[in-house]
């Protein structure tokens, strides 16, 4: 029940921020509305965790994975999608992300020496083939330039969220807990942002109006303090590879809210992609039955 609860959340709050990324893109510099979203974010969760008497400091030995964390997950990833959003609707780098289950399966092969199981593949061939059916107008259709920038953005933003990943797995195998090991590198994150700030010379814009600001304090405490933490605990709790899956959701989401607040229309195209992404997520989920091994005749039973 647990993890069926920090998967729904983190697929719902995930599903839910790339819209509100959209609504940043304008006057404020992309540099400057990441590091936005993550100094404020820091600020909460290291204020409650102090509050609560939870925070603890990492040993200097854990501290360059939690850099690595930070890097990953709180700087590098996000400046290569809000950067996409400036190319390509918001939907579609959502599909893009979706490729994280692929992203984590090969990089736990690399980097842990997992297994890849045939179940990850029919899964994600089927995902991948739902969210083609979903958005395939808008890839193959509507390409131009400037479409491609945004998918090979949205591929590298990809690539370091499943680099972060694997540093979050190593930090929760070193018995940090995913709220510690995201205080501080959401903090280490902001820092490097800002210096990046510092070192471009882009300028710090304030928050244009009322629906940035908004926008900013639900992706900072939601889709960062709770969402992260939800989907850090999911993978420390059943791996990354079934943990990205909630990736492939995260389509279905933007596009249910786009029917409702952008006259999205479901066509029976749609409908067929909706139905084999929910089921790759079935089949990755799905429990296998025990083989029950029979003992040869004349063979002592085992199990007595």
Same mark, same amino acid.
């Given at each position: ?13 995930? *599903? ?11 006057? +404020?510099?992309?540099?400057?509305? +990441? ?43 996000? =400046? ?10 918001? $939907? =579609? ?57 945004? %998918? *090979? ?20 195998? /070193?018995? %940090? ?11 280490? #994150? ?14 710090? +814009? ?6 940035? =600001? ?8 939601? *889709?960062?303090?709770? *969402? ?23 389509? +279905? ?8 607040? /952008? ?9 067929? $992609?909706?139905?084999?992404? =929910? ?18 005749? #004349? ?6």
């Amino acid at each position: 029940m647990t993890n069926l609860l920090l998967f729904s959340s983190t697929v719902l709050i995930w *599903g839910t921020t790339w819209i509100a990324i959209a609504l940043q893109i304008g006057p +404020v510099p992309v540099l400057v509305s +990441v590091f936005y979203r993550f100094a404020l974010a820091a600020l909460v969760l290291v204020g409650v965790l102090a509050l609560t008497g939870r925070l603890k400091v990492p040993t200097l030995k854990q501290q360059p994975f939690i850099l690595v964390q930070a890097l990953s997950l709180f700087c590098c990833n996000f =400046l290569c999608f809000y950067h996409a959003a400036s190319y390509v609707p918001s $939907g =579609l780098i959502s599909v893009v992300f979706s490729l994280a289950t692929v992203y984590n399966a090969v990089n736990a092969r690399i980097f842990f020496g997992d297994p890849i199981k045939p179940r990850t593949l029919v899964a994600a061939g089927l995902g991948a083939t739902g969210l083609a059916l979903l958005f395939g107008p808008d890839i193959f259709i509507a390409v131009n330039p400037d479409s491609w920038k945004g %998918i *090979g953005l949205s591929a590298l933003g990809t690539l370091f969220f499943s680099f972060g990943n694997m540093a979050s797995r190593r930090n929760s195998a /070193e018995g %940090i807990a995913p709220v510690t090991a995201n205080a501080w590198g959401m903090s280490y #994150g902001s820092i490097a942002l800002l210096a990046l700030i510092g070192v471009t010379g882009t300028p710090i +814009v304030l928050p244009p109006n009322q629906t940035y =600001l908004a926008a900013l304090v639900y992706l900072s405490v939601i *889709g960062s303090v709770v *969402g992260f933490t939800t989907y850090l605990m999911l993978v420390s709790r059943i791996g990354s590879q079934k943990a990205a899956y909630a990736t492939v959701l995260f389509p +279905v989401v933007a596009l249910t809210l786009s029917s409702l607040y /952008e006259d999205y229309h479901f066509t029976p195209l749609a409908m067929l $992609g909706l139905a084999l992404t =929910l089921a790759g997520n079935a089949v990755m989920f799905a429990r296998l039955p025990r083989r029950r091994v029979v003992p040869a005749v #004349g063979a002592p039973d085992l199990r007595a």
